[in-house]
């Protein structure tokens, strides 16, 4: 199996930065995509950006240009920068792993624990 642990969010007054990361472990063949989530009280868990092992992103559109997604494939490590921070970015965040633990094994989703982040006005 794989375990995904998140680490680096926090309080942050608006417009101020944090940086999200999130390392994945165990029965690791490959890992095709990595991405995080965040959900908010009352609402959908969303994707707020994406990127494939080939290195293509894709962000939601309210985080475009704030919000910068990385991976180091050789540590299994997805990293979220996000800066000028809004109160609506206030959510818990979710990461988010599609990987094949053996050659010929079917992808499957993993996910992290959760890891609050939250903006202060």
Same mark, same amino acid.
């Given at each position: 199996?794989?375990?995904?642990?998140?680490? *680096? =969010?926090?309080? #942050?007054?608006?417009?101020?930065?944090?940086?999200?990361?999130?390392?994945?472990?165990?029965? !690791?063949?490959?890992?095709?995509?990595?991405?995080?989530?965040?959900?908010?009280?009352?609402?959908?868990?969303?994707?707020?950006?994406?990127?494939?092992?080939?290195?293509?992103?894709?962000?939601?559109?309210? #985080?475009?240009?704030?919000?910068?997604?990385?991976?180091?494939?050789?540590?299994?490590?997805?990293?979220?920068?996000?800066?000028?921070?809004?109160?609506?970015?206030?959510?818990?965040?979710?990461?988010?792993?599609?990987?094949?633990?053996?050659?010929?094994?079917?992808?499957?989703?993993?996910? *992290?624990? =959760? !890891?609050?982040?939250? #903006?202060?006005?």
């Amino acid at each position: 199996q794989v375990q995904l642990v998140e680490s *680096g =969010g926090g309080l #942050v007054q608006a417009g101020g930065s944090l940086r999200l990361s999130c390392a994945a472990s165990g029965s !690791i063949f490959s890992i095709n995509y990595l991405g995080w989530y965040r959900q908010a009280p009352g609402k959908q868990r969303e994707l707020v950006a994406g990127i494939t092992s080939g290195g293509s992103t894709n962000y939601v559109d309210s #985080v475009k240009g704030r919000f910068t997604i990385g991976r180091d494939n050789a540590k299994n490590t997805v990293y979220l920068q996000m800066n000028s921070l809004d109160p609506e970015d206030t959510a818990v965040y979710y990461c988010n792993a599609v990987a094949n633990i053996c050659s010929g094994c079917y992808s499957e989703n993993y996910w *992290g624990q =959760g !890891i609050q982040v939250t #903006v202060s006005s």
